[in-house]
């Protein structure tokens, strides 16, 4: 159960010299991309997050007012308000507004990644830049068509795979196929994760129109995609407690709360999103392995007695020096030799 001293970290620095040299790596990356697609790419926002509460800030009024108009995507799911789906605002950076729309967006990302923002729930309106050689009216099908995805014997479901923090979550998730099929006629598309760094998925070899939409996706995998939010919240939460320190990136982050969360629900019956969310917290704060330790697999199981609610009810009864000890125990112990001493903390 011993932890790799190989963990990717990152630093939190929210200056403004800081945040002027990310803005400025992001900004040489991203006009490097539109340089290998002739200068034209679109940048894709989410309305939901300005159309009705935040239209006079800055990039929201750039681009109500941007000619041509933005094209919406028109997704349509009985769960959904179709008004609200993601726009493709075409890019050419010849145009000295279009580069300044690009610089814009950059500084929103980056803004929007900071963890005050991430808590407050206020949604990431910059869902990414996207290249491609078909039309924006196929681009926009495609995005609206992949949106709802197909069960076998169930309702089809909404898969917000445009918000930057859901795709980078289920991303894991698929096999190379999907992939290809979720991008489409897209051969690009860059985001921005919960650290502000710039993500490329990449289509160039399989980028076609496509005139059926289905992912293959069964029921079991919509099930470990919808873990998306809980392990967001969880990773919001643990920016926060390391505000200002070094911690663990999201690319990190995430395949320790997937492998986690499939060990616990394959062992207990826990799949309510507040069990799963402190669950995926724990992983982060604690070790990525927590759930193997004798003492957690005895609260889960309900062999100490309590067996009522899920994982945070049965763990919320653990102090801060237990944590401490389960913590000890996992980075330097066989999960079968836990000391004496130990056992009588927890």
């Given at each position: 159960?011993?932890?790799?001293?190989?963990?990717?970290?990152?630093?939190?620095?929210?200056?403004?010299?800081?945040?002027?040299?990310?803005?400025?790596?992001?900004?040489?990356?991203?006009?490097?991309?539109?340089?290998?697609?002739?200068?034209?790419?679109?940048?894709?926002?989410?309305?939901?997050?300005?159309?009705?509460?935040?239209?006079?800030?800055?990039?929201?009024?750039?681009?109500?007012?941007?000619?041509?108009?933005?094209?919406?995507?028109?997704?349509?799911?009985?769960?959904?308000?179709?008004?609200?789906?993601?726009?493709?605002?075409?890019?050419?950076?010849?145009?000295?507004?279009?580069?300044?729309?690009?610089?814009?967006?950059?500084?929103?990302?980056?803004?929007?990644?900071?963890?005050?923002?991430?808590?407050?729930?206020?949604?990431?309106?910059?869902?990414?830049?996207?290249?491609?050689?078909?039309?924006?009216?196929?681009?926009?099908?495609?995005?609206?068509?992949?949106?709802?995805?197909?069960?076998?014997?169930?309702?089809?479901?909404?898969?917000?795979?445009?918000?930057?923090?859901?795709?980078n979550a289920f991303w894991p998730l698929l096999d190379n196929w999907q992939r290809s099929r979720?991008?489409?006629?897209?051969?690009?598309?860059?985001?921005?994760?919960?650290?502000?760094?710039?993500?490329?998925?990449?289509?160039?070899?399989?980028?076609r129109v496509q005139y059926t939409f289905s992912l293959g996706l069964t029921a079991e995998k919509?099930?470990?995609?919808?873990?998306?939010?809980?392990?967001?919240?969880?990773?919001?939460?643990?920016?926060?407690?390391?505000?200002?320190?070094?911690?663990?990136?999201?690319?990190?982050?995430?395949?320790?709360?997937?492998?986690?969360?499939?060990?616990?629900?394959?062992?207990?019956?826990?799949?309510?999103?507040?069990?799963?969310?402190?669950?995926?917290?724990?992983?982060?704060?604690?070790?990525?392995?927590?759930?193997?330790?004798?003492?957690?697999?005895?609260?889960?199981?309900?062999?100490?007695?309590?067996s009522a609610g899920g994982y945070a009810a049965r763990t919320a009864g653990l102090t801060a020096?237990?944590?401490?000890?389960?913590?000890?125990?996992?980075?330097?112990?066989?999960?079968?030799?836990?000391?004496?001493?130990?056992?009588?903390?927890?």
């Open positions: 159960m011993t932890e790799a001293n190989t963990q990717m970290t990152v630093d939190y620095d929210f200056s403004p010299e800081a945040e002027t040299r990310q803005k400025t790596g992001l900004l040489a990356d991203l006009r490097t991309a539109f340089t290998q697609h002739d200068e034209h790419g679109f940048l894709l926002v989410d309305p939901a997050v300005f159309l009705d509460t935040r239209q006079e800030e800055r990039l929201p009024a750039a681009i109500l007012n941007h000619q041509p108009a933005a094209t919406p995507t028109q997704i349509k799911h009985h769960r959904f308000e179709s008004r609200y789906s993601p726009w493709l605002i075409p890019l050419d950076m010849s145009r000295s507004e279009d580069a300044e729309l690009l610089a814009l967006s950059i500084t929103q990302a980056l803004r929007e990644a900071e963890p005050t923002e991430l808590m407050a729930g206020r949604g990431r309106m910059v869902c990414g830049w996207l290249f491609s050689a078909s039309p924006v009216s196929a681009i926009a099908q495609h995005i609206s068509m992949t949106a709802v995805q197909p069960v076998s014997f169930e309702q089809p479901v909404m898969l917000r795979f445009y918000d930057p923090a859901v795709n979720l991008l489409g006629p897209i051969t690009d598309w860059y985001l921005t994760d919960g650290d502000g760094q710039l993500l490329h998925r990449d289509n160039t070899q399989s980028a919509v099930e470990k995609m919808s873990w998306s939010g809980p392990m967001n919240r969880a990773l919001r939460r643990y920016r926060q407690a390391h505000r200002n320190q070094l911690r663990r990136t999201e690319l990190e982050s995430l395949p320790i709360m997937l492998a986690l969360l499939r060990r616990v629900t394959a062992r207990y019956p826990f799949n309510a999103v507040k069990s799963l969310e402190a669950c995926a917290l724990h992983g982060l704060l604690y070790h990525p392995e927590i759930d193997l330790h004798p003492r957690i697999q005895s609260l889960l199981s309900g062999e100490r007695g309590n020096e237990a944590w401490s000890a389960l913590v000890h125990d996992c980075c330097h112990l066989s999960p079968a030799i836990i000391s004496l001493e130990n056992q009588e903390i927890l």
